[in-house]
């Protein structure tokens, strides 16, 4: 058989053998046999375990050892698979070694498109390590239908804006509403006559600026049931005015607190 030579682009390895048939990078004896370009049997495989081990003398990369040894592994059970007989075999433990061999060869397929795309990476980093994206418009056929952005605002107001936001104290916010004690209607009943008697007042003095709103709510209820026993006056001038509450001098009813609580 006629010696191969290195004729077209390989990985650059470092690494070449030098057979009778072949000389030339070990990545492109690989890919041949790949191709089934080069016959394994026809290789003198114990030459290249020898001309690895002194080349991996000079470099001391042990990662690139183990690699070597699971490939020539796989080469070598492919080899020893390609020199069995080609008639019809029955044996279980040849077909298991045939098996193995088909197992062993897309093996070493995919050692070579793992090296072809690692080699792809390495290109692409060196390529594009110093290059920096910049960033572009929208294309034109996006930004046609947007209507254009005016700012009416002066720069002025808007750092006033960002100081106020920037400056500004986070709001607490407050549990106690979770367990507000309940307020009962006939509770604010006798409140609201006890203010009163005292004089007129409006709604808002009754409940104070503090009041929660089960309380608000309790004392307006308060002041219906009172205006419907007669008990009390309501004036109110307008919407969103105040509400201005006065004794009648009707004497209070008997008040039933379960049939006024407010749950």
Not at 26 to 48: G, H, K, N
Not at 130 to 147: D, F, I, Q, S
Not at 159 to 185: F, G, K, M
């Amino acid at each position: 058989m006629s010696a191969v030579k290195a004729s077209e682009p390989a990985e650059e390895t470092g690494f070449e053998v030098h057979l009778e048939n072949f000389t030339g990078p070990f990545d492109l004896l690989l890919s041949l046999i790949a191709r089934r370009q080069l016959d394994v049997t026809q290789l003198a495989l114990s030459q290249v375990t020898d001309e690895f081990l002194t080349y991996l003398k000079k470099i001391s990369d042990y990662n690139l050892a183990s690699e070597f040894l699971v490939v020539a592994a796989s080469l070598l059970d492919l080899k020893a698979a390609r020199l069995l007989p080609n008639e019809v075999v029955e044996d279980p433990e040849t077909l298991a070694s045939l098996e193995a061999a088909d197992l062993l060869f897309a093996r070493l397929l995919r050692y070579r498109a793992y090296k072809q795309l690692s080699q792809y990476l390495a290109e692409r980093y060196e390529e594009y390590r110093t290059v920096l994206p910049r960033e572009v418009m929208p294309p034109e056929e996006l930004t046609r239908g947007l209507a254009p952005l005016r700012l009416r605002l002066p720069k002025e107001r808007l750092l006033e804006a960002y100081l106020d936001l920037r400056d500004r104290e986070p709001e607490t916010v407050s549990i106690d509403h979770v367990h507000q004690p309940l307020v009962a209607v006939a509770t604010q009943v006798r409140q609201l006559h006890r203010r009163l008697l005292a004089g007129p007042c409006t709604f808002e003095d009754f409940i104070g600026k503090d009041s929660n709103v089960q309380t608000v709510i309790a004392s307006f209820l308060a002041v219906l049931t009172m205006y419907r026993d007669g008990v009390l006056d309501v004036q109110q001038a307008g919407a969103g005015e105040s509400i201005y509450l006065e004794l009648t001098g009707k004497p209070m009813p008997i008040i039933d607190d379960q049939e006024m609580e407010l749950n």
